[in-house]
């Protein structure tokens, strides 16, 4: 048995996008991506379908490493969906890029999936006492095995197979001259759909729409399949709906600070968390300092609110590509740092604010207020600009287990001993609530846990 | 339906190799697949087994541009199995690389496949009617499925779906600490089996063992499968054996010119069809060309019989990768030449016997006397050392319909005036019977068909 | 007569980082360099020196792709020298890659040059006269030129060489054994020199330190030529001194945030302008948007003293390398935006505070404030963080003539229409002046020209 | 003192061609030197002029990794000039990529070199001592000083230049709308020269015209310079003239087999020289075995002669390019094999004449024999067809130096000891003589030397 090693209850970070009924579409599907490039960089897919065949091509890589002009250029496509991911650890194979295709008789399909099905091994094993073959371990190869594994059109397989899976997933599917857009029926993961030039955009997040005019766009609803066809476009609602709870993590760190969820940009909902926690403010510092990048707009909202100078304090290194030469940890200890560094002359004898997005296991913040401290700064107090993470993600979205998770495994006095730092403090489950645009999943943040109607 | 453009009779030439138990496993099964390289330029993949796990590596191009130090490197590997390949019209996916991986939870295997199913379709059909999704449309996926859709230890397994594929193929299997290598019962393709340093190497042609110092080796029999397992390697006769008959053109033009059949190098036959094919010669001519590369051996002995002198008036241009940048058919037109030329200084004012190894489609043929009557040959005489080809293959080794085969649709006078020559001569069939080292599948060449005892 | 082509007063960007005695120099000079990369992305190169030999790698190219572990694994180094580039038309010949190098029977140098030669054309032109060759027209091989053509010991020939330079630029020169930095004697171009290990670094920036824990740096000063030699390190004063004064538009949009001089950061400078620049506003407007991402510092401070929202109204794309594919003019006028694009959720019917950091040719901006504009923004206040400039950079720094200066051409209210915006505001000279930390050249900001003394 | 490092006597070899006058120069120069990369794989350049400008394009790598569509679809070359280069230890720097460009302000020009200039050293110190700098090693770069350290007209400039050089050599110098072509008076060097489309093609061997249907050639005469201009193309014979005399290794292994002197290919000198060496054999053996590649014409006229079996007992692998992993010094101790195998079953207990072209070091044939032995074979005896080497090359082709050439050191049974081998047999000079279509510089096969008429 190596089941061990097959199929992760955590799921790499990934976003999809789709192009239905546009000129160019393979071009529009590469710009799109380059908008979703933060949700993964070890590689990308496209399939692209020009109404009698559908065709795909993937690797490893960027989406510039992988996509040449000589792709774009053919011009064939009228329909196109791609995927941006993210590898970890055992899941970085060829087999696991999508999109997943499936080239049967009966007509060929694209499937991109986004999300974590949290059934999947129950389900696999499953499949696989029936002889069916995994080659890989995503999600979309799951899908498309339960998606052919029933009969009849496959409008009716696509709406048999969403019943069997449990979890939070959105995919798209793309045949010849059609395609399905689906968001899980729990709506943790979002899912966007505009109107552009007569045809339809689809993307993980509105970031994806930005380089393009597009008329207008929305949310697909939690549990809404959208089926693009030839003559007609037609919505439907599948299953019973949950109440639809957005991840709330999108807004803590997932998503691009220009995306827009109920028409509020996520820098705005960064910007409220920051300010919200510099209102209870209890320690007096010199500076603010943001952890690069994704806490800049807390950071900054948090010293605008306490009058305190918001400071370039540490610095993230960019251009590290897939070809940099990371130092060996042997390097690092002889003071070559890596991702990050401290600026001395900023935070030298200063008593330092570290506003960071979150804290998962720790280790980044752990490294950064080590930073602050060699670099001289006098006093360190991190502040956490989103609650406590308690609990292993129901849906997979981090990578950590239960007992890895710092703010589950120690009190704030204790985290503050094991970072060495000279307070901690995150803000509060309430506070937090009331910078949300909406009603989102913050499973993680509370200690007891209930998922579909089922205490666990 | 798509079906035509799903599965095609006709089938890419490849190669496996495998190493079983040995020190630096996947760097001895590159040095192997380098020597196969010449079976196929366009992808390959290594799978490869450290005892608990087995990875695989695969992409388009040469071995070369493939595989880096940083794989060979890591030294893990006890065993590894390899294919090279050559990409045919809608078969070039990434999906179509091989090894396939079926990452189960009962074990991972991996499995190269080298031949042709001729109910492949049938097979497919079947099996997606069951729900079965193919990814691509090799024929190692397509064993996979076959293997896994059947119940007990995976020898059995392995069992019942040789009993359902019709075809000449040869398969290496791999799981985390076995190996399964099998022939198919007709023989048509080979594999080869080499003790090495108290393990094992195969390989499609004896020539993958050159590079090493290897104890002994024979060819597997047709209908063999050989388990190699931790404790043992045990040999299996499967299903009733129909006589083993290799394929003819092995001899003509697939096998490297050192490979080994029956302790017999392809160059000998080579030379014996040559010198078999000037004993009947009746036209005087000046000097012998050989069509590069591989009518080399033919030419030389058929210079020697005929005691005129061989030269080379065609060249073939080397360096040619896949990236080199082909003329286009203006740039040709406009008197650019492509991937042969002829040296005028040599044929001009001469008459030239031109030998080649076959005629298929003849276009090759056709071009190679163009361009020795644009440099300024007198007379062109076209000898084959092959028998005509006039039957489609049944193993689907030819990339060639019935009507599309040039020795099926003309005799050799209108071949001659076909091709624009002074004569066409092709070894007969007794003729090239008599040069083979042991009893061959000449389907192709014979026009009455017979493939396992039913006449079609 | 080609000169045109040949020499161009504009310079590109370009820097210059150097280890001597540090072990390992060549993996310490490529984290130098990446934090140099902004400085250029187009070519990059290494010169190393084990005490014997010097060696030079290089090529176009981001960092990551020109050096390889196998570059950095060698571990010879005693000593390195290595330059980041940004190509403009012209100039992006091989031949112009740095470290150039002088292979000479005496004793083999290579150098490194950051900034701009006045007199090069000239210095050329009277070079060739003597029978001297130029295969390229980068500003180090016109001084390895000029270096050579004098007699005496190297430390001579150098002195005499600068003695003939006209202009702002800086230098690292090493043999095998022995290196020379220096600084110009206006200092218009910075240099910095930190202690490490017992060894030196040397760089364009003091970012470049900021991977490294260095003891203590300090900028070299104007007209300080520093020789380090086996057995000592001896700086030297060169010609007369003329007042140094830093290049200000290191301030405006050069330097990395994190890059200090004086010991006060870039990001405290951008600062001072924002809130200097919201002191004397006037309009009343909703927010403030950043263009990206040199404004960000000024425009934080700026919504911060006006106490209006910064928000992300304009996003970069990132992830943009030299693979990436841009859109066709075609594709731009179809809708599909480039670099930039504006979040309409956020200005849409809203006032807006476009603060930038520098108006040079004013396209960039213009683009900005179209995109602005189509986004739905009801107004558009473009707010410039430093003066206008007015005068065709003396040291070459900028790529655009005098009356291609937007602020040259345009008045305050004729650059708004030109714009399509509702006012357009510079920082005052005096108000800039206020804001650094020392005194700048600025003579790009003012009308009267002066320079060496002599007015032009 | 570093010269020892600085320039080498011994030249790499390398291969000249260029395309005056025809649409799509670029590309057709691409094909040419394609022909010609059999003369060096390690780094390939080309100069474009379009007839106002001249540009350059060169880099490490094979032709096909160098040059890209991008680079030839660009149209505009109306004359062109090109190099492939051979690296050999200590000048395979970027700098010593031809072309070498001069961009002076009397208009640019690009050089590429073929050969070995005898009197490098002195030029490049008297000119270094003239305060000329350079910055590579080759002899582009040292002929281009020479050429603009003269006065007067690009004509006049080159005629100097050449009177000043000492060696054997040919060049091609192209400017914006002339070109330059140079074979040295000695001639022992190659030039070639076709009508092509109202143009002309040059190049090192005429298997660079092959792919073109080119109206006649000739090859330059030793001390020929031709001017090709805008309006007319002039012909001038420069110096004294030597003897013309060829260099006898083109024949021996330097040329493809399919180029031509004096309307002889190649491969009918090697058949002769085969055929002679036969006609002296006095020992009996049962097969003839080549040397791979070059030693094959003339094997198997010495088997066809001595009416013996031409077999292919020693293989070589190809498919090895740059990004090959070569096995290392352990592996290959471990039985790994790198270029060459010998075939076991071919050769076991078999007498083997073993034929190679020629014996510089010896080192390759000691491999090959010692191959053979282990293999299997009774006796092993080593026919060379040409003569002994026993001095350096003038010229500086061979890479070794006086006491290196085995033949030199060892008598014919002393090498046969130290080869370990039965019989080392060599073709005599007067009998290599008696094939070769012309009298040829054959001063390595002599004891007593003579140069330019002076004894050394």
Redo the contacts between chains.
Sequence with gaps: ???G??RMNKQSLSGIAGVFHAE?SE??L??MM??L??LG?DGCGMAIADG??V?????HG????V???DV?SKNTGISAVGHVRMSMYLDE???N?QP?????????FAIVVSGSILNAREL??EM?A????????SDA?LI??LI???HGHLFEKILSATKRLVGSYTFLLMT?NTMYAYRSSDGIHPLFLASYKGGYLLASET?AF????VEEFRSLEAGELIRFGKEDVRSFFLNDRAQERLCAMEFVYYA???S?FE???V??VR?KTGAMLARQERVDADLVVAAPDTAT?AA?AFA?VLKK????GL?K?????S???Y?SSV?RMQ????RF?A?S??VKGKRVYLVDDSLIKGFTAKRLCQLLK?AGAKEVHLRIASPRIVSECWYGFEEADHDELAANVYSDDELAKWLNVDSVRFLELEEFDACLPMDCCQACMRKEREHCGRKI
Tied chains: 1, 2, 3, 4.
């Design positions: 048995m190596e089941s090693s097959l160019q071009r529009i590469y710009y380059h908008s490039q933060h960089q009698s065949h065709m795909v091509e993937k690797n960027l989406l510039a490493e996509f040449k002009e774009l194979a060829l087999e890029l997943i295709m499936v080239r049967a008789h009966q007509g060929h696999q094993e696989e029936d002889g069916l073959i995994f080659q890989g371990n190869e498309a095995h052919q594994f029933n010849k970031s930005s380089m393009f005019d691009r600070m220009d827009l028409n509020v940009s820098h705005t910007k707009s900054m605008s100078p918001y400071e370039i610095v290194n960019r251009y590290i590509g070809t940099y030469i130092p390097q003071g070559i740092k890596t560094n600026v002359s900023i060699e």
